[in-house]
């Protein structure tokens, strides 16, 4: 993930079709601080601050079909990984 022009942020569509549990898992460089923010239908359900190293955001999906993940960097540089473990 690069800075691209003033933004700091990408968002990912995830479809979720079966209830079950979700994990996020972002690994990050440690010159470098994100947040890590999952939406359903533009409303924020969870935010994990991402400080220098791995961050875990889990929850429990029952309904929802699809989610938006996004990842903003705080402060900084360097890239992230994304880890999904779905249902």
Do not use: E, M
């Not at 995830?14 to 079950?20: C, E, H, I, K, S």
């Not at 994990?23 to 470098?32: E, G, R, V």
């Not at 996004?70 to 992230?80: I, N």
């Amino acid at each position: 993930f690069r800075r691209a022009r003033g933004t700091a942020t990408r968002s990912f569509a995830l479809a979720t079709p079966l209830d079950g549990s979700l994990s996020i898992t972002l690994a990050a460089p440690t010159s470098a601080r994100f947040r890590l923010s999952l939406y359903d239908q533009s409303r924020k359900a969870t935010v994990v601050s991402a400080r220098p190293g791995v961050r875990t955001l889990s929850t429990l999906i029952c309904g929802q079909r699809s989610l938006s993940v996004r990842v903003t960097r705080v402060a900084g540089k360097g890239r992230f990984r994304l880890s999904i473990s779905k249902p």
